[in-house]
């Protein structure tokens, strides 16, 4: 996994925040800061995502609605992680985005039984803003949500929801290998240093 790839498998709502690592030059970088990477994104959850909100490419708009859902979690997130009350026009937003596009469950026959799938009418960013705040309230309101933590890594910004309560990093992958490294280095570097002075002496 590159430091340009998208971190998944947290909870939907955690991933897409996760959007926002620190780019390699230490300010933010945005992993779905275009519409054909915001669809890049989509395609990486989706199998966590109904069908019809991958099949069709996101536009502008689309991704304007996705990134303001995004901020509005973020700041709810960083507020509860810290012990802080959340923004209430956050709240508010992330109520309005699901109030435009609730879900419903539409019947079908299939020939054998009677199925229900998850559905949303409206333009694809309102859908998935939707699905995306409905997303942030289930992590919300979890009890588990005083377990979300910020990665360790120094220079990391994302969050994570520990399965484990020994897990430091966002990723053993990412900034796991890169601590590990960053330690072994700290611990042998002073007896490279020491070596290269005995023998000059």
């Avoid at 989509?42 to 536009?59: F, I, K, M, N, Y």
């Avoid at 960083?78 to 985005?97: K, Q």
């Avoid at 900034?175 to 570097?189: D, E, I, S, T």
Wanted: glycine content about 6%; proline content about 8%.
């Amino acid at each position: 996994m590159s430091d340009g790839e998208p971190l998944t498998g947290e909870p939907l709502a955690l991933d897409l925040v996760n959007t926002r690592p620190t780019g390699l030059d230490g300010h933010p970088a945005d992993l779905i800061d275009t519409p054909r990477r915001l669809a890049a994104w989509l395609d990486l959850e989706a199998d966590r995502l109904p069908a019809d909100l991958t099949r069709t490419a996101p536009s502008a708009d689309d991704l304007a609605a996705v990134r303001a859902v995004r901020g509005h979690i973020e700041a709810i997130l960083r507020a509860v992680t810290e012990g802080n009350a959340p923004p209430p026009s956050a709240l508010r937003a992330l109520t309005e985005a699901q109030r435009l596009a609730p879900a419903f469950r539409e019947l079908a026959w299939d020939g054998a039984a009677v199925t229900a799938a998850p559905r949303r009418t409206g333009p694809l960013g309102v859908r998935l803003a939707a699905l995306l705040a409905e997303s942030a309230a289930d992590l919300l309101t979890d009890p588990g949500i005083g377990k979300v933590r910020q990665c360790e890594a120094e220079d990391c910004v994302l969050l994570f929801l520990p399965a484990h309560p020994r897990r430091r990093w966002c990723s053993a992958a990412r900034c796991g290998n890169r601590a590990r490294v960053a330690r072994y280095y700290r611990r042998h570097k002073p007896n490279a240093v020491n070596s290269e002075t005995e023998m000059g002496s």
